[in-house]
């Protein structure tokens, strides 16, 4: 992905070489392919989104004076008779961590154009992604059957179901998303689309490794997002 | 010079990065997980809390996600805006204080 731009320029680290691409009257991200500046200004988005939705609960919890179910009771599951706090939760996010590992080295092993390598890490990706989908459907059922409505629940303040709703199914639909992208791309680089430089069929732009790397950022956002909703909507 | 070359040096690290990375997301999400189970409350909760999400927000966006790697022009780029967000918290802290106070004051001395 050389830029013919790029060619002959040295650049500089640290903030000099910052000062100078932006002030250098021409592609500002130098090196960086359009495709994953494009992603990264969309995640910069999202970013934001998600952000309104949580700082939307904390203003929604700490105004009302009813108190808030406790999670690690109401997100309890039974372990063999015993009550375990949060059980299926911590498993979501170890399944999650997992899949944003195995991500990563889809990228590396892209990068290095091991094209069976990145497939099956790829692939691997998505079962992860659909592990973690499939234990959110569990987890949603199990509530609404226990009568968790978004304007009503038995365990308390009853903002407390529309802010769960809202927030894990913004960010499982964001899963579920990722997931049908990561099973095509699984199927892309088997296919050796990305060796052949086949072009895409949203863009006429050649296929490339990259496209992994891009695909890889949407993942770790969504496992990124997932440790801010770990943190303040079932740990606090 | 080879723009090509300089670009494949970068995004192909060895694997070891990728999987310390991996083992301490692991290691902090055991231990957050911890804190619930010792049932840790109040102020060491929270700061534990927090704690360890930033540890593994930080190292999966400057790891997983190659910023620790890319160009001072985009790392600051996706950075600065997260202050907006912040200022965002302050004001919504002040307004969720000042509904609660209200709700209880007007509960208990009518409207």
Known sequence: MSEPKLEGIELKPGFKGMAEDTGSDQTMFKGVHWGKAMMWIFLLSDTFIFSCFLIAYMKGRGSTPVEWPNPSEVFALDAFGVPVPLLLIAIMTFVLITSSGTMALAVKYGYEKNRKMCGWLVLATAIGGLTFVGMQAFEWSKLIHEGVRPWENPFGAPQFGSFFFMITGFHGTHVSIGVIFLFIYAYKVFAGHYDQQKRGWFTSMKGN????EILGLYWHFVDLVWVFIFAFFYLW | MSDTDKKEQAS????????WIWGLLFVLSFFSYMVDWYQFQGMLRWSLILFFMFLKAGLIMAFFMHLFWERYALVNVLLWPMTAIACFIFLMVAEFKYT????IF??????
């Open chain 2, 106 to 111: 007007y509960f208990f001395v009518g409207g």
């Open chain 1, 209 to 212: 490794y990259v496209e992994i």
């Open chain 2, 12 to 19: 192909t690290h060895k694997i070891g990065i990728y999987l």
């Open chain 2, 100 to 103: 609660l106070f209200t709700r």
